[in-house]
């Protein structure tokens, strides 16, 4: 008989912990080779983790909804059923974790930590700190704020607040304020709602209303959104581009494309193209901001943003974008936009982007001012394409024709990116789209 660790798998490198959203096996169960044998989550996507090895459930370390740490074991399988599992006693969950500088912690470190919140002394936490799916889900059921979230001591990895340390607040929040009149040692900005989207209605609502409590995926965006604004000073910048040439060329040879490579080309491979050629040009576009270092991206990897059936929005990735040609960038385009709309995305297919591109004409919406997806430092939004009058340089003169034309706008971090190079980049994206070759083959 052999027993089998099973860990919680690297999911990416920004990833450090995950929760547990379904057990598909039980203690006891048979379980194959690569057979699914839970379900987790993580701020960028939805995963399903399969067994390293076949035999039997012998334990299960963590309960549904807990939040786990990368590398941690999460079950044990033994490969021999020639024992009984259900015959051994199961202890509890937390007897039986690897010691881990992420989960576990002496016991005096614990008091110490106890000691903080009750006494009430302000603890200075940095901004943006991690917070897993279940902590967020707390503070919004409770009706933390996030800059009230930044201030709860974390005895996590790097300082992650845990469950155990926002259940020990809320312990303490809720005790009256006769019994604790030092309570309010902190700043009163703590408990104003500096962010709403992590914070239920303390108003009461009247009139014909509905309630609808947002779902773990649109909480996590509201919260990236927030943490985005709070993070980068956002400019946005715009311009329009006469795209007919390109326009005419896909409608000529869309049924043969898809015929030959039996995908569909849309207009996003275009666009990638286009940016691609402009960030090689301007490479600042491509990087991000590390303290005071400008980390300067060698490799291309462009987010999509891409629309779910739910209503939410996921930015799947493409990597090294700049190695495909247009074929490869189309069937790049649709596997990630079907995959995603399936739930079928892994975890690295979110993960590493250097910049984003948003489609807002796809709901025929003319403009947008896209938020920065961080640690990126712009974003491009395109709009819907719509026939105008337009006024035409030729050298026999101006004419006015009607013309294929759209709007692009850019939104950028303006601790790297000035005006001068956001407009420049911007401009030149739209000149690559206006000087579409019609003519161009495959």
């Known amino acids: 008989m052999a027993i089998v660790d099973l860990v919680m798998p690297k999911l990416?490198?920004?990833?450090?912990?995950?929760?547990?959203l379904k057990w598909h096996k039980q203690p006891g169960d048979a379980i194959a080779l690569d057979e699914t044998v839970l379900e987790i989550a993580t701020d960028k996507v939805d995963s399903e983790v399969p067994s390293t090895a076949a035999g039997i459930i012998q334990e299960i370390l963590f309960n549904v909804n807990e939040v786990v740490p990368i590398g941690t074991v999460i079950a044990r399988i033994q490969t021999s059923a020639t024992q009984l599992v259900s015959s051994i006693p199961?202890?509890?969950?937390?007897?039986?974790?690897?010691?881990?500088?992420?989960?576990?912690?002496?016991?005096?470190?614990?008091?110490?930590?106890?000691?903080q919140i009750t006494t009430h002394k302000p603890i200075t936490i940095g901004a943006n700190r991690f917070y897993s799916p279940l902590v967020l889900n707390i503070a919004a059921n409770e009706g933390i704020s996030m800059s009230e979230l930044e201030k709860i001591p974390g005895s996590g990895g790097e300082g992650r607040v845990t469950k155990k340390d926002i259940l020990q607040y809320l312990a303490v929040r809720t005790q009256p304020a006769?019994?604790?009149?030092?309570?309010?040692?902190?700043?009163?900005?703590?408990?104003?709602?500096?962010?709403?989207?992590?914070?239920?209605?303390?108003?009461?609502?009247?009139?014909?209303?509905?309630?609808?409590?947002?779902?773990?995926?649109?909480?996590?965006?509201?919260?990236?959104?927030?943490?985005s604004k709070q993070t980068s000073p956002h400019v946005t910048s715009f311009t329009?581009?006469?795209?007919?040439?390109?326009?005419?060329?896909?409608?000529?040879?869309?049924?043969?494309?898809?015929?030959?490579?039996?995908?569909?080309?849309?207009?996003?491979p275009l666009f990638i193209e286009a940016i691609v050629r402009c960030i090689k040009k301007f490479p600042l576009i491509n990087s991000s901001l590390d303290g005071g270092n400008i980390i300067l991206k060698k490799d291309i990897n462009i987010g999509m943003a891409t629309?779910?059936?739910?209503?939410?929005?996921?930015?799947?990735?493409i990597r090294n974008a700049d190695q495909y040609n247009?074929?490869?960038?189309?069937?790049?385009?649709?596997?990630?936009?079907?995959?995603?709309?399936?739930?079928?995305?892994?975890?690295?297919?979110?993960?590493?982007?250097?910049?984003?591109?948003?489609?807002?004409?796809?709901?025929?919406?003319?403009?947008g001012t896209p938020i920065i997806n961080q640690p990126q430092v712009a974003i491009?939004?395109?709009?819907?394409?719509?026939?105008?009058?337009?006024?035409?340089?030729?050298?026999?003169?101006?004419?006015?024709?009607?013309?294929?034309?759209?709007?692009?706008?850019m939104s950028y971090d303006h601790r790297i990116v000035d005006g001068s190079l956001g407009a420049t980049f911007l401009t030149a994206v739209a000149k690559e789209l206006e000087s579409f070759d019609a003519e161009r083959q495959l």
Request: charged share 20%; net charge positive; no cysteine.
């Open 12 to 20: 990416g490198e920004s990833i450090m912990e995950a929760t547990i």
């Open 240 to 268: 329009e581009a006469d795209v007919t040439n390109l326009v005419l060329w896909r409608e000529k040879v869309k049924k043969d494309f898809e015929k030959r490579e039996g995908t569909k080309i849309t207009y996003t």
């Open 326 to 367: 247009m074929v490869g960038l189309a069937k790049q385009v649709n596997q990630l936009a079907d995959a995603a709309r399936q739930g079928k995305l892994r975890p690295d297919d979110t993960q590493n982007g250097t910049f984003t591109l948003t489609n807002v004409g796809t709901f025929g919406s003319l403009m």
């Open 178 to 227: 006769v019994s604790a009149p030092q309570e309010l040692s902190i700043p009163q900005a703590r408990i104003q709602p500096s962010t709403p989207i992590l914070s239920t209605s303390s108003s009461v609502t009247s009139g014909n209303v509905e309630i609808i409590e947002m779902d773990r995926m649109r909480k996590l965006i509201a919260d990236h959104m927030v943490k």
């Open 90 to 115: 199961s202890p509890p969950p937390t007897s039986h974790q690897v010691p881990s500088p992420t989960t576990t912690q002496p016991a005096i470190q614990q008091s110490l930590i106890n000691n």
């Open 307 to 317: 629309a779910l059936p739910s209503g939410n929005l996921i930015v799947p990735v």
């Open 380 to 409: 491009l939004a395109v709009g819907a394409i719509k026939k105008r009058p337009v006024v035409v340089e030729t050298p026999a003169g101006d004419s006015i024709a009607i013309r294929h034309m759209m709007y692009l706008s």
